[in-house]
């Protein structure tokens, strides 16, 4: 799949990855989804993992309903879920995989001592693997 990202959007998610480091953060992103997927808009959510929010994030289940129903008023389609990787690869876990969900795309900011260094995109492939996705831009994006 290929991802082409408003630079709002895209803008929403770097600003957020690091005001929130070394803490992981996470959020939704929304669009219109054909034989690309256009992603418009970006919302951060609280990452609610209790404990060491470092290595892991969490989304509560009010904030899915939440992004559901902003998707439905708003006439978008919820695409995914972006957090960081704070001093760590954009790459997904192991974790990631366990929680990943057919459809979705999962965007992933590499965030090395406070500043975005890579963004990447993965979404599950037939297998239930990580395939990753190309991502397009509209202006410079740190790869």
Not at 41 to 70: C, H, L, T
Not at 116 to 139: C, G, M, P, R
Request: glycine content about 4%.
């Amino acid at each position: 799949m290929k991802l082409v990202i408003d630079k709002e959007a895209l803008g929403t998610m770097h600003r957020h990855a690091e005001s929130t480091f070394p803490y992981e953060c996470c959020g939704f992103f929304y669009g219109n989804d054909g034989q690309v997927r256009d992603i418009t808009q970006a919302i951060p959510v609280e990452n609610s993992k209790k404990g060491d929010q470092r290595r892991r994030f969490e989304i509560s289940a009010f904030d899915y309903m939440q992004a559901e129903k902003y998707a439905a008023e708003n006439d978008l389609a919820l695409l995914g879920i972006y957090h960081s990787h704070p001093n760590h690869p954009a790459r997904p876990s192991e974790h990631d995989l366990k929680q990943a969900v057919p459809f979705f795309s999962y965007i992933i900011i590499s965030v090395m001592d406070g500043k975005v260094a890579k963004t990447t995109s993965w979404q599950l492939n037939d297998a239930l693997k990580f395939e990753e996705e190309t991502i397009e831009h509209e202006t410079t994006l740190k790869q």
